[in-house]
Structure formats: structure tokens, C-alpha cells
């Protein structure tokens, strides 16, 4: 039997390690858009060395043989055939296929969003490169859009770095949470020497092709070599044909009738109306139980 597993984060390395241990007959393809797919949830120790590259990285050596890597972005599954169809123009055929592709940044719209130095840090593909432009960074700005709490739990593992001007902007919608905490949170980021911009926007990020200054919607200017963005997450969705867009937002696990026995779907992506996507703290575990359910539905 043939098995694709697209997304090879937590969820697909989970789900690829259990049919290993399950079905001995089984060819499993990983295909991830990242060239070294990692732990999500270590991305901030990491960044900081206080995770070891072999702890961080997904180590698929560590499962027995025979499960194939594939560095590619996905852009579409055809299930009557099938199919995956890779960026590079190849097209894989599978017996079944996995869907475990986590969840992505939404795309803000402020003006200079694209110049070098902004980094989505659920999107980012190269960490490597991302690791070494912090360590060189002086000015730290990071931008948390939404209540995942990743913006805040990489401000405080970025103070630990010697010599870096940290600040924090935060829209309006984390005082939702931290209304009744603001004051320790507050004090907690005063004490530990971060800037913060609260209940407001980055309006503008300005540099001649490179970041060197962000403009917020109070106007202050603040100096930056190097913008994180922890913004609104969504499921990464590809194109399933038959399906429609709109069935795809309602979340793909139970429309999919016709195909329960070809198409699984496991991890983060699934969190559409599930569960609230954004506190991530228990998801890494949900995604390990996820993908072990699946390798057992995947040998019935
Ligand atoms: C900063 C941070 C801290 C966290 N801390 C915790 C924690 O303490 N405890 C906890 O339980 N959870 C935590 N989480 C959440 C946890 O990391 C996620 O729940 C987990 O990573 C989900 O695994 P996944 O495999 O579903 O998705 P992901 O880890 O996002 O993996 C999806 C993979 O799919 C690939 N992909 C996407 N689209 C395509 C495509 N079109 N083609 C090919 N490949 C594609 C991506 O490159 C990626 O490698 C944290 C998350 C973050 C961001």
C-alpha cells in the first residue's frame, strides 16, 4: 500500500511513525514544502540555542526505512485520481493520502510588508536563515496580530540573546485576554526591558528594500532590523478537487464521504471549528493523538 503524507511537521511525522510500527508493507511518501520540516513548538528555544538542532529538526532517519522525503509544496490533491500535484510539476500517486499541513499566518497588508527583514514566523521556510539574521539584528520588533501567544512567548526567550532592543506591538485584540493581566503583564515586560506598543498597529515598515524602521499607528517610529510577525492563523489549505472552497471552510473531516477511505486529515489543519486554533499549547499533543488514531484507521 502507497501512502502520501503531505505536511511533515509534528501531525505527518507522528502519523508516518505509527504506520511504521503497524503495517510493515506499507511505502510512505513525506512531502513538505520546508527542506527540513520542525518542531513548531521548539522554534523559539531553538532560535535561541536553548534547543539542539537534533531536537528541533524532524529526524525521519529515526523511522526504520522506507519512509520517502519529498522537499516540495503541495498545490493540489485530486482524489478521484488520486493524485498529488507537486510546485516542480510532478504528480504523485498514492493508495491514501494524509493531509497534515498545519496551520499558516495570515498575509497583512500594512505598506513595505514585503521587504527584507519581515518574517511570518508560522510561514517561514529557511529558520536557519531566519536564526542567523536574528543573532546579527540589534533592533528586535516583534508583532503579535492575534491571541497566540507566540509573539509573547518570543519576546521573553529573545531577551535571554545579550545586547538586543526588543519591542512589542500588540493590536487590540490581545487586551481581550489580558485586560484583567495587563498590569503584571505590564510589569513583567518592564521588567525584563521590552518595549511595549499596545492596542496598536504597525501602519508602515519603512527601508530602502530592507527593514529599518517601523511606523505604528501612533505614529512613533521605532528603529527595527528585523520584524516577527505572529499573526492570525488559518488552516493551510490546498486545492482538494472535487471539492468546493466553501466545503473547505466548514472543516474537511466530515466532508468527505466518498472518500473516507482514500483522504485523512490530522493535526493542526483540522482545528477549523474544533477547536480554538490559537491557544497552541495543548495542540502538539492533539496532533500526536490525531495521527495515532489515523495510522490505525489507515490499517483497517
Ligand atoms: C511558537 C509555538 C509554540 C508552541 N508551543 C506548544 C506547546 O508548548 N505545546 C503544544 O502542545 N503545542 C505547542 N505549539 C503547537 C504545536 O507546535 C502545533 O500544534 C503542532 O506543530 C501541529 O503540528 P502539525 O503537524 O499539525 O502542523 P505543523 O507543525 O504546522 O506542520 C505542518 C507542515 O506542513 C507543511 N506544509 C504546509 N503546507 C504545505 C504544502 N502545501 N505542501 C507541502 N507541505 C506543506 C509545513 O511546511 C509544515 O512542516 C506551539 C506552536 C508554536 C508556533
Not at 488552516?235 to 472535487?242: D, K, T, V
Request: net charge positive; aromatic share 10%; hydrophobic share 40%.
Amino acid at each position: 500500500m502507497k501512502i502520501g503524507i503531505i505536511g511533515g511537521g509534528i501531525a505527518g511525522f507522528s502519523c508516518a511513525r505509527k504506520l511504521k510500527e503497524k503495517i510493515s508493507n506499507c511505502q510512505i511518501t513525506v512531502i513538505d514544502k520546508r527542506r527540513e520540516p520542525f518542531k513548531k513548538y521548539l522554534l523559539s528555544r531553538w532560535l535561541i540555542n536553548k534547543a539542539k538542532d537534533s531536537d528541533f529538526f524532524i529526524n525521519w532517519q529515526s523511522i526504520n526505512s522506507g519512509v520517502e522525503f519529498i522537499s516540495s509544496r503541495v498545490e493540489k490533491i485530486n482524489l478521484d485520481r488520486r493524485s498529488v500535484y507537486l510546485k516542480e510539476g510532478g504528480v504523485q500517486v498514492f493508495d491514501k493520502i494524509v493531509l497534515a499541513t498545519g496551520l499558516e499566518a495570515e498575509r497583512l497588508d500594512f505598506k513595505g510588508a514585503r521587504k527584507k527583514g519581515v518574517y511570518y514566523l508560522a510561514n517561514y521556510l529557511a529558520v536557519r536563515e531566519l536564526k542567523e539574521t536574528i543573532r546579527r539584528a540589534r533592533h528586535i520588533l516583534v508583532y503579535t496580530s492575534s491571541i497566540s501567544m507566540f509573539g509573547l512567548e518570543l519576546v521573553s526567550f529573545l531577551t535571554r540573546l545579550e545586547g538586543k532592543i526588543i519591542n512589542l506591538v500588540y493590536n487590540q485584540t490581545l487586551s481581550f485576554i489580558y485586560d484583567k493581566e495587563s498590569l503584571s503583564l505590564r510589569e513583567y515586560l518592564s521588567l525584563k526591558n521590552i518595549g511595549l506598543y499596545a492596542h496598536t498597529k504597525i501602519e508602515e515598515v519603512l527601508g530602502e528594500g530592507r527593514i529599518k524602521a517601523a511606523r505604528l499607528s501612533s505614529n512613533k517610529i521605532l528603529a527595527s532590523d528585523i520584524l516577527l510577525i505572529d499573526s492570525f492563523l488559518k488552516p493551510s489549505l490546498i486545492e482538494i478537487a472535487p471539492f468546493s472552497s466553501a466545503e473547505k471552510e466548514g472543516g474537511l473531516k466530515d466532508i468527505l464521504p466518498g472518500y473516507r477511505k482514500v483522504f485523512f486529515v490530522c493535526g493542526d489543519v483540522n482545528s477549523v471549528k474544533e477547536r480554538g486554533i490559537n491557544f497552541f499549547f495543548l495542540n502538539r499533543l492533539r496532533a500526536q493523538r490525531d495521527a495515532s488514531e489515523l495510522a490505525g484507521a489507515l490499517c483497517r
